[in-house]
């Protein structure tokens, strides 16, 4: 009999609380009335989790989380199955807040908590605890104001040296000191949106053949697959050997939230059963739009998405 796979490991340091909120329609300045308001646990690589999850992925889930709010992500865990090796702290995860209207949705972004350094090594050294070879470990989201830009880093510099493959999604310092590495000290793979991309290299990249060219820097420093995620128009996988555009049509989405973090699901389902790059395209795209009709860290259908999967259009741009 064949060994059961690893399960994937999501780490979240900034986790949050969704409170999503819909408007008829956002005015700024004035007063508005909401129709409906919902808190869900939130995070990227607690989405990530929720989403694997859905698709039959064993997960475990840690990261930092604050005790005194921490109910909606205990039961999220319980009700999918999710191994919850969250270090807990003192204190409130923060609350982020979703305004939603028939056109698009508005994201506020509060700081996380304060915490001491000794919280972050508490995290890391729960991260180390769980990695072992072959393992793949989503490291995702924003970090905790008082973090060091480098934590990514130092965190993907360590699990590369355990032969830990890491899937990382993040921006800003975080993801270029993560990107600063020797090829023996670098994510797996990642996934930028356009303006995550443009700000790594510093400069603009307004075709396809811009992004193509910005990605395969990242190959040549040892980065595997890059994914540049265009909203509406899909998304580009970059290896060594292909670049591919990947999209499906356009629908209206209940709620856009969380359809990077689909994907990068996707990307790690398709890592880890060693999907080929096209694969990889497919059940990604799926992934994010099956999530496009889905609030909170749920996938959705998992005959869904191998249905969006089999309509996904596959171009060569190489």
Same mark, same amino acid.
């Given at each position: 009999?064949?060994?059961? $796979?690893?399960?994937v490991?999501?780490v979240?340091?900034?986790?949050?609380?969704?409170?999503?909120?819909? &408007?008829?329609?956002?005015?700024?300045?004035?007063?508005?009335?909401?129709?409906?308001?919902?808190?869900?646990?939130?995070?990227? @690589?607690?989405?990530?989790?929720?989403?694997?999850?859905?698709?039959? $992925?064993? %997960?475990?889930?840690?990261?930092? &989380?604050g005790?005194?709010?921490?109910a909606?992500?205990?039961?999220?865990?319980?009700?999918?199955?999710?191994?919850?090796?969250?270090c807990?702290?003192?204190?409130?995860?923060r =609350?982020?807040?979703?305004?939603?209207?028939?056109?698009?949705?508005?994201?506020?972004?509060?700081p996380?908590?304060?915490?001491?350094?000794?919280?972050?090594?508490?995290g890391?050294?729960?991260?180390l605890? &769980?990695?072992?070879?072959?393992?793949?470990?989503?490291?995702?989201?924003?970090?905790?104001?008082?973090?060091?830009?480098?934590?990514?880093?130092?965190?993907?510099?360590?699990?590369?040296?355990?032969?830990?493959?890491? %899937?990382?999604?993040?921006?800003?310092?975080?993801?270029?000191?993560?990107? $600063?590495?020797?090829?023996?000290?670098?994510?797996?793979?990642?996934?930028?949106?356009r303006?995550?991309?443009?700000a790594?290299?510093?400069r603009?990249?307004?075709?396809?053949?811009?992004?193509i060219?910005?990605?395969?820097?990242l190959?040549?420093?040892?980065?595997v697959?890059?994914t540049?995620? &265009?909203g509406?128009e899909?998304?580009?996988?970059?290896?060594?050997?292909?670049a591919?555009?990947?999209?499906?049509?356009?629908?209206?989405?209940?709620?856009? %939230?969380g359809?990077?973090?689909?994907?990068?699901?996707?990307?790690?389902? @398709?890592?880890?059963?060693?999907?080929?790059?096209?694969?990889?395209?497919?059940?990604?795209?799926?992934?994010?739009?099956?999530?496009?009709?889905q609030? @909170?860290?749920?996938?959705?259908?998992?005959? $869904? =998405?191998?249905?969006?999967?089999?309509?996904?259009?596959?171009?060569?741009?190489?």
């Amino acid at each position: 009999m064949n060994a059961p $796979q690893p399960p994937v490991i999501t780490v979240t340091f900034n986790p949050a609380i969704d409170e999503t909120i819909t &408007l008829d329609a956002l005015r700024p300045g004035t007063v508005h009335r909401a129709r409906a308001v919902r808190f869900d646990p939130g995070g990227k @690589g607690v989405i990530v989790a929720g989403c694997l999850a859905d698709w039959g $992925q064993r %997960v475990v889930a840690t990261g930092l &989380l604050g005790k005194d709010n921490d109910a909606p992500f205990t039961e999220l865990f319980a009700a999918k199955g999710i191994e919850d090796r969250f270090c807990r702290f003192s204190g409130l995860t923060r =609350v982020n807040v979703k305004l939603v209207d028939s056109r698009d949705t508005t994201d506020i972004n509060l700081p996380g908590a304060d915490l001491a350094p000794e919280q972050l090594q508490r995290g890391l050294d729960a991260v180390l605890e &769980l990695a072992s070879s072959g393992t793949i470990v989503v490291l995702a989201g924003s970090l905790p104001a008082d973090f060091p830009e480098d934590t990514y880093a130092h965190c993907i510099g360590e699990l590369a040296a355990r032969q830990v493959r890491v %899937v990382l999604d993040t921006s800003g310092p975080p993801l270029a000191a993560a990107l $600063q590495g020797g090829a023996a000290a670098l994510p797996h793979a990642i996934k930028p949106n356009r303006n995550e991309l443009e700000a790594w290299a510093e400069r603009p990249l307004p075709t396809h053949a811009d992004l193509i060219s910005a990605s395969r820097d990242l190959l040549a420093r040892g980065v595997v697959l890059v994914t540049v995620s &265009l909203g509406s128009e899909g998304a580009i996988f970059v290896t060594r050997d292909a670049a591919l555009h990947a999209r499906l049509p356009a629908m209206r989405p209940t709620s856009t %939230v969380g359809a990077g973090d689909a994907m990068v699901a996707g990307i790690v389902a @398709g890592i880890n059963i060693g999907a080929s790059v096209e694969d990889v395209a497919r059940l990604a795209t799926a992934f994010a739009h099956t999530k496009l009709g889905q609030i @909170g860290a749920n996938l959705g259908d998992a005959a $869904q =998405v191998r249905s969006h999967a089999a309509h996904v259009v596959i171009e060569r741009l190489n």
